[in-house]
């Protein structure tokens, strides 16, 4: 697999898979809407099988970044806990023995 990033890679490549289609369409002299169609059907079909690795690493980024922003929103989650709890700690007033009865 490529170092570059797979949302990116997969993207140019289904480009690539409808542009060269259409292209060629178009030199055959088939009708715009045709050619769209026929292209886009084509593209569809070969990416199923073409494209298989980079859809899995584009899952695999996407699993991963997703993995990391939960641990990223519990330790920040942990980090305002702990703050809230020191907090409350140091506002709440000892008991004093005292209950106010004369």
Not at 66 to 80: F, K, L
Request: glycine fraction near 4%.
């Amino acid at each position: 697999m490529t170092s570059r990033h797979p949302l990116l890679v997969y993207t140019a490549l289904r480009l690539v898979l409808f542009v060269v289609p259409f292209a060629v369409l178009m030199v055959f002299g088939l009708d715009l809407v045709w050619a769209l169609l026929l292209a886009a059907l084509g593209s569809s079909i070969a990416s199923i099988f073409i494209l298989s690795s980079y859809r899995e690493a584009l899952s695999d980024s996407i699993s991963t970044r997703g993995e990391r922003m939960r641990a990223r929103a519990a330790e920040r989650a942990q980090s305002e806990d702990e703050w809230d709890e020191a907090n409350r700690a140091a506002q709440t007033p000892e008991p004093s023995g005292d209950d106010g009865r004369s």
